[in-house]
């Protein structure tokens, strides 16, 4: 599949900014300078600003043939198993770039924003619902933020009622950041193994409890399991930690395959985070902005993250509240809902207070606002119904891309997944010398981003796949032929699928290289 | 190379009006028929077996679904309810800036290629997310004067707060110096961090900085809390350097546009929080954190790093690198468990300086300072008020009032004025800024209404 009409030794695909730079061009015309009287001394200013000058027709060029570079979900199917990426909702977008709420300040007095006030209260509310949980908190800034904030929330509460528990134990099929959040946090690692189905070893459990006992703080689990799997012991795990005076952690990664179907809370999470990028949809952005909402029971609510969203009965504390515009925010977040909610908030005002045993701020303002607007806009536009359709169909498809790829690709557990399913290369690298890593390259061939590789650790050559509800049969049953027939390939043609990506905008790099003898800017 | 079965004709769907359709969930019932066939399950239920039965199917409640136009419609709704700065003028900043966003930017960043794909972690089909974090990298280092930049961080909060636990690392020392003329919410965020790992913080008076050999670091901010710009920064790092710490400075990227860049006094780290460059307000995020350093602290930088490199036929490529200090192979150890971080506002800043380029960073610097150094000496005539002026600033400024500054901005919100941050002491005081957004006209509703207060009394 190489295109043979490119030349053989183009050296770049894009020259960069500094490389497109000429002096004395620019791409946006500004007003007049100040006169010299309203500039600041020269002892303080500086003489040179080596940043790059372009016309407005290279900026634009420039970045949107980047951006051609790119696979996105806007653009191919992109099933990377733990990232959720599903459909983005355009409206969302729109949502979130209206003027009265990417205009709103900061720092303006919270009588002034009702409105943003009222989506953060209602999102609190809609969170902790599909939680199962009593109170959230929309301050943590990524899913590995929620994590800490999580943490450090089990820590001060620890703290309050005079224990000092320092462990927390790991499954070692966890995300990464489990652990390095752990370790933020001060605590010790204890990692557990699960048993050959996957589950987690209860008497793995057991010992590790026993043998760390009273200075065990939590339990850090992700519900499905990074395998994939629900946890079917998950019952009897949540009563052994609690037995010893631990909490249960939930990392909401997975939380696309159970939302509406269970409440994490139910199942025995004392703290959950969910990231806001995965099961509601926020835009991934190439690496964020996402949001790592945590949701908690009541005996912690007091110990979350300031700022906090709460409602006044009164609207009197709000002296210079425009109050036709407070009022605005509450009646407008009526306006739709249903009427089974019981919550009314009548001439009511929203605020944001530091909760009284607060772990603190994670951010300089509330959130990363953008990212709750859309979620919002995404949850409003499934409503309960939605919900449980979307983590049905989560699962159907990855049940359906099982079943068709059972017989070419080793399944490690063998049995009904959730949102994804977890295949292992071992069989192809045993026979072919083929690995994880060059059937994910070979799929790019054939117009597929690849799966998640080498994740979870605990398996073998992992290839990891998350289709989401968004993809139509069609689209799964396209990639699951390339997936065939990336298996016969193994056996006719194993130097094409070493090789691969034959069709991409650049063939494999060299990431030894670019880590040895980093270049790092222009 | 891969058979299709051929599409289905036009004729063929379902009854119009069919309520099970949603758009975001393409399954048609066929579809479900036939996977639940192959998969050999009778219905989605037994998909669900391994959950405990009891617990299946809770009452959900929420408010039910809106189709879009009535989703449309709730969200405008509720964005109206807000004063902002489309709606008011505004002379708050305080750590977030209202700068002018080229009408480039959105378009571009907005581009679905860069908004719906995810980390780059393959590289053959990333290189525009790729090679746009090289330049980004690029243009921090060009902005502070450092020698290497990461791909970004949560916002400035938290690239001070890892600033100094890299500088704990760095140094193998557990104490943090931090000025008090830092933004008090970026202090609370470095105390937050800091408790986590059990390092003690020390709020120092400004310009009586005590930096011993238990310190990690000193961490200043410039232009500070209230906008001030020192002349004495070279001094700071040097008694920092002279206790074996490192020096972190916060500064505001747009001043650098103007001001000497931190590596010229001495900085280690330099972060800053980069939504003044053309970042829309937006109640407090997504924003992106600055983090650059000097080259010999590389490895205990937190955060992504892309590098150059070439690919097998020898063309320039670039790729995700020094991956060994993260958490995804790290884990415990890692110098961060930062993960997914602000990569899309990181593009927008990148464009935004491609946008503007030095002369248009410079004006835009030169003319904040401009209508702030205006605005201060036109309310500094009006009586009852006085500009605190004895120390260089940028384009903010702290004003004392005659009233209560409360008071005084329920006055000005009558106007349509969004007045500024109250730092009172145990005097009224305001703090306000102003950039090139703010034109003669709302100076002029600003002033007039400042002395109308005043000649109300």
Same mark, same amino acid.
């Given at each position: 599949?190489?295109?043979?009409?490119?030349?053989?030794?183009?050296?770049?695909?894009?020259?960069?900014?500094a490389?497109?730079?000429?002096?004395?061009r620019?791409?946006?015309?500004?007003?007049?300078?100040?006169?010299?009287?309203?500039?600041?001394?020269?002892?303080?200013?500086?003489?040179?600003?080596?940043?790059?000058?372009?016309?407005?027709?290279?900026?634009?060029?420039?970045?949107?043939?980047?951006?051609?570079?790119?696979?996105?979900?806007?653009?191919?199917?992109?099933?990377?198993?733990?990232?959720?990426?599903k459909?983005?909702?355009?409206?969302?977008?729109?949502?979130?770039?209206?003027?009265?709420?990417?205009?709103a300040?900061?720092? &303006?007095?919270? /009588?002034? #924003?009702?409105?943003?006030? @009222? =989506? +953060? !209260?209602?999102?609190?509310?809609? %969170?902790?619902? $599909?939680?199962?949980?009593?109170?959230?908190?929309?301050?943590?800034?990524?899913?590995?933020?929620?994590?800490?904030?999580?943490?450090?929330?089990?820590?001060?509460?620890?703290?309050?009622?005079?224990?000092?528990?320092?462990?927390?134990?790991?499954?070692?099929?966890?995300?990464?950041?489990?652990?390095?959040?752990?370790?933020?946090?001060?605590?010790?690692?204890?990692?557990?193994?699960?048993?050959?189905?996957?589950?987690?070893?209860?008497?793995?459990?057991?010992?590790?409890?026993?043998?760390?006992?009273?200075?065990?703080?939590?339990?850090?689990?992700?519900?499905?399991?990074?395998?994939?799997?629900?946890d079917?012991?998950?019952? &009897?795990?949540? /009563?052994? #930690?609690?037995?010893?005076? @631990? =909490? +249960? !952690?939930?990392?909401?990664?997975? %939380?696309?395959? $159970?939302?509406?179907?269970?409440?994490?809370g139910?199942?025995?999470?004392?703290?959950?985070?969910?990231?806001?990028?995965?099961?509601?949809?926020?835009?991934?952005?190439?690496?964020?902005?996402?949001?790592?909402?945590?949701?908690v029971?009541?005996?912690?609510?007091?110990?979350?993250?300031?700022?906090?969203?709460?409602?006044?009965?009164?609207?009197?504390?709000?002296?210079?509240?425009?109050?036709?515009?407070?009022?605005?925010?509450?009646?407008?977040?009526?306006?739709?809902?249903?009427?089974?909610?019981?919550?009314q908030?009548?001439?009511?005002?929203?605020?944001?207070?530091?909760?009284?045993?607060?772990?603190?701020?994670?951010?300089?303002?509330?959130?990363?606002?953008?990212?709750?607007?859309?979620?919002?806009?995404?949850?409003r536009?499934l409503?309960?119904?939605?919900?449980?359709?979307?983590?049905?169909?989560?699962?159907?498809?990855?049940?359906?891309?099982?079943?068709?790829?059972?017989?070419?690709?080793?399944?490690?557990?063998?049995?009904?997944?959730?949102?994804?399913?977890?295949?292992?290369?071992?069989?192809?690298k045993?026979?072919?010398?083929?690995?994880?890593?060059d059937?994910?390259?070979?799929?790019?061939?054939?117009?597929?981003?690849?799966?998640t590789?080498?994740?979870?650790?605990?398996?073998?050559?992992?290839?990891?796949?998350?289709?989401?509800?968004?993809?139509?049969?069609?689209?799964?049953?396209?990639?699951?032929?390339?997936?065939?027939?990336?298996?016969?390939?193994?056996?006719?043609?194993p130097?094409?699928?070493?090789?691969?990506?034959?069709?991409?905008?650049?063939?494999?790099?060299?990431?030894?290289?670019?880590?040895?003898?980093?270049?790092?800017?222009w | 190379?891969?058979?299709?079965?051929?599409?289905?004709s036009?004729?063929?769907?379902?009854?119009?009006?069919?309520?099970?359709?949603?758009?975001?969930?393409?399954?048609?019932?066929?579809?479900?028929?036939?996977?639940?066939?192959t998969?050999?399950?009778?219905?989605?239920?037994?998909?669900?077996?391994?959950?405990?039965?009891?617990?299946?199917?809770?009452?959900?409640?929420?408010?039910?679904?809106?189709?879009?136009?009535?989703?449309?419609?709730?969200?405008?709704?509720?964005?109206?309810?807000?004063?902002?700065?489309?709606?008011?003028?505004?002379?708050?900043g305080?750590?977030?800036?209202?700068?002018?966003?080229?009408?480039?930017?959105?378009?571009?960043?907005?581009?679905?290629?860069?908004?719906?794909?995810?980390?780059?972690?393959?590289?053959?089909?990333s290189?525009?997310?790729?090679?746009?974090?090289?330049?980004?990298?690029?243009?921090?280092?060009?902005l502070?004067?450092?020698?290497?930049?990461?791909?970004?961080?949560?916002?400035?909060?938290?690239?001070?707060?890892?600033?100094?636990?890299?500088?704990?690392?760095?140094t193998?020392?557990?104490?943090?110096?931090?000025?008090?003329?830092?933004?008090?919410?970026?202090?609370?965020?470095?105390?937050?961090?800091?408790?986590?790992?059990?390092?003690?913080?020390?709020?120092q008076?400004?310009?009586?900085?005590?930096?011993?050999?238990?310190?990690?670091?000193?961490?200043?901010q410039?232009?500070?809390?209230?906008?001030r710009?020192?002349?004495?920064?070279?001094?700071?790092?040097?008694?920092?350097?002279?206790?074996?710490?490192?020096?972190?400075?916060?500064?505001?990227?747009?001043?650098?546009?103007?001001?000497?860049?931190?590596?010229?006094?001495?900085?280690?780290?330099?972060?800053?929080?980069?939504q003044?460059?053309?970042v829309?307000?937006?109640?407090?995020?997504?924003?992106?954190?600055?983090?650059?350093?000097?080259?010999?602290?590389?490895?205990?930088?937190?955060?992504?790093?892309?590098?150059?490199?070439?690919?097998?036929?020898?063309?320039?490529?670039?790729?995700?690198?020094?991956?060994?200090?993260?958490?995804?192979?790290?884990?415990?150890?890692?110098?961060?468990?930062?993960c997914?971080?602000?990569?899309?506002?990181?593009?927008?800043?990148?464009?935004?300086?491609?946008?503007?380029?030095?002369?248009?960073?410079?004006?835009?610097?030169?003319?904040?300072?401009?209508?702030?150094?205006?605005?201060?000496?036109?309310?500094?005539?009006?009586?009852?008020?006085?500009?605190?002026?004895?120390?260089?600033?940028?384009?903010?400024?702290v004003?004392?009032?005659?009233?209560?500054?409360?008071?005084?901005?329920?006055?000005?919100?009558?106007?349509?004025?969004?007045?500024?941050?109250?730092?009172?002491?145990?005097?009224?005081?305001?703090?306000l800024?102003?950039?090139?957004?703010?034109?003669?006209?709302?100076?002029d509703?600003?002033?007039?209404?400042?002395?109308?207060?005043?000649?109300?009394?």
């Amino acid at each position: 599949m190489t295109d043979d009409r490119r030349p053989a030794t183009a050296p770049r695909l894009e020259p960069t900014l500094a490389e497109l730079h000429r002096p004395g061009r620019i791409a946006t015309s500004l007003p007049d300078a100040p006169p010299a009287d309203l500039r600041p001394p020269a002892s303080l200013t500086r003489t040179d600003l080596p940043l790059p000058e372009l016309s407005q027709l290279d900026v634009v060029r420039h970045y949107t043939r980047l951006s051609q570079l790119n696979w996105s979900i806007d653009t191919h199917m992109y099933p990377l198993g733990s990232c959720t990426m599903k459909l983005n909702p355009k409206v969302d977008d729109l949502a979130a770039s209206l003027p009265g709420f990417a205009e709103a300040h900061p720092m &303006q007095p919270a /009588e002034q #924003v009702p409105g943003a006030l @009222a =989506l +953060m !209260y209602e999102l609190q509310r809609t %969170l902790a619902e $599909i939680s199962g949980l009593d109170d959230a908190s929309l301050a943590p800034l990524a899913g590995a933020q929620g994590e800490l904030a999580g943490v450090l929330v089990i820590k001060a509460y620890l703290e309050s009622i005079g224990e000092r528990r320092t462990t927390i134990v790991v499954p070692d099929s966890a995300h990464g950041t489990n652990p390095a959040t752990a370790s933020m946090a001060g605590f010790d690692v204890v990692a557990v193994k699960p048993q050959p189905d996957g589950d987690m070893d209860l008497e793995e459990l057991r010992k590790a409890l026993e043998e760390h006992g009273p200075t065990v703080a939590a339990l850090m689990i992700t519900q499905p399991s990074t395998l994939g799997l629900f946890d079917r012991n998950i019952l &009897q795990i949540s /009563e052994m #930690v609690h037995a010893h005076g @631990a =909490l +249960m !952690y939930g990392d909401g990664a997975n %939380l696309n395959a $159970i939302a509406g179907q269970v409440k994490p809370g139910d199942l025995g999470f004392d703290v959950l985070h969910i990231n806001l990028h995965k099961t509601f949809s926020q835009p991934h952005g190439g690496g964020g902005p996402g949001a790592g909402p945590i949701a908690v029971r009541a005996f912690l609510a007091p110990f979350l993250p300031s700022p906090h969203v709460v409602l006044n009965g009164d609207s009197s504390g709000g002296a210079s509240a425009p109050r036709d515009a407070a009022e605005a925010g509450s009646s407008m977040l009526e306006a739709g809902r249903d009427t089974r909610s019981s919550v009314q908030h009548p001439a009511s005002t929203f605020a944001l207070i530091d909760p009284p045993r607060s772990i603190g701020r994670l951010g300089a303002h509330a959130g990363n606002f953008g990212v709750l607007v859309r979620a919002y806009a995404y949850i409003r536009a499934l409503g309960p119904d939605g919900v449980r359709a979307m983590s049905e169909a989560a699962v159907l498809n990855a049940n359906y891309v099982q079943a068709r790829l059972r017989e070419a690709y080793e399944l490690p557990h063998d049995r009904i997944c959730m949102h994804e399913t977890l295949f292992s290369a071992r069989r192809q690298k045993a026979r072919n010398n083929i690995k994880a890593l060059d059937i994910a390259k070979r799929l790019i061939d054939y117009g597929f981003h690849p799966p998640t590789m080498y994740f979870p650790l605990v398996v073998e050559e992992a290839l990891l796949v998350e289709p989401t509800e968004s993809e139509s049969k069609e689209t799964l049953d396209a990639f699951c032929d390339a997936m065939l027939a990336i298996a016969a390939e193994c056996d006719s043609d194993p130097d094409l699928v070493r090789g691969a990506p034959h069709g991409a905008p650049l063939r494999r790099l060299d990431e030894a290289t670019a880590a040895r003898k980093p270049k790092l800017r222009w | 190379m891969i058979e299709t079965e051929p599409a289905p004709s036009m004729s063929d769907h379902p009854p119009i009006g069919d309520d099970a359709l949603h758009p975001y969930i393409p399954l048609t019932p066929d579809d479900r028929a036939a996977m639940l066939a192959t998969i050999g399950v009778a219905d989605t239920d037994a998909l669900f077996a391994d959950i405990p039965a009891h617990l299946r199917n809770p009452d959900l409640d929420l408010p039910p679904a809106l189709p879009e136009p009535a989703l449309v419609a709730h969200m405008r709704a509720l964005a109206a309810a807000n004063v902002t700065a489309e709606t008011h003028a505004c002379f708050l900043g305080a750590g977030a800036y209202r700068h002018y966003r080229p009408a480039l930017v959105d378009p571009l960043v907005m581009r679905g290629e860069y908004l719906t794909s995810y980390t780059p972690y393959q590289p053959e089909v990333s290189q525009g997310t790729l090679q746009t974090i090289f330049e980004f990298q690029s243009l921090v280092c060009a902005l502070t004067g450092m020698d290497v930049a990461n791909a970004g961080m949560y916002d400035g909060a938290t690239a001070l707060a890892e600033a100094c636990l890299m500088a704990c690392a760095v140094t193998g020392r557990r104490r943090i110096a931090i000025s008090d003329r830092v933004h008090p919410h970026w202090i609370a965020v470095v105390r937050n961090y800091a408790h986590g790992r059990d390092i003690a913080v020390d709020v120092q008076p400004h310009a009586e900085f005590a930096v011993t050999a238990e310190h990690a670091c000193l961490a200043v901010q410039q232009p500070d809390f209230l906008g001030r710009v020192s002349t004495s920064a070279q001094s700071w790092a040097d008694a920092a350097h002279d206790a074996g710490a490192l020096f972190v400075a916060a500064a505001d990227p747009v001043s650098l546009g103007l001001y000497r860049p931190p590596s010229d006094y001495g900085a280690d780290i330099v972060v800053g929080e980069g939504q003044s460059l053309g970042v829309p307000l937006s109640f407090g995020g997504p924003y992106v954190g600055l983090f650059a350093c000097r080259d010999k602290y590389i490895r205990q930088m937190p955060g992504r790093i892309v590098g150059e490199t070439t690919d097998l036929d020898g063309r320039r490529g670039y790729v995700l690198t020094l991956q060994t200090r993260e958490q995804h192979i790290r884990r415990e150890r890692a110098t961060s468990n930062i993960c997914t971080s602000q990569q899309l506002i990181a593009l927008s800043t990148a464009v935004y300086l491609a946008a503007l380029g030095p002369h248009g960073l410079r004006r835009v610097a030169e003319l904040s300072y401009a209508r702030a150094h205006d605005l201060a000496r036109r309310i500094a005539s009006i009586p009852g008020y006085t500009v605190e002026d004895d120390e260089p600033w940028f384009c903010e400024f702290v004003v004392r009032t005659p009233r209560p500054v409360d008071e005084i901005n329920r006055a000005l919100l009558e106007h349509n004025i969004i007045g500024g941050l109250d730092v009172s002491d145990v005097r009224n005081r305001m703090l306000l800024c102003a950039t090139e957004m703010n034109s003669d006209d709302e100076l002029d509703r600003l002033v007039g209404a400042l002395s109308e207060v005043e000649a109300s009394r």
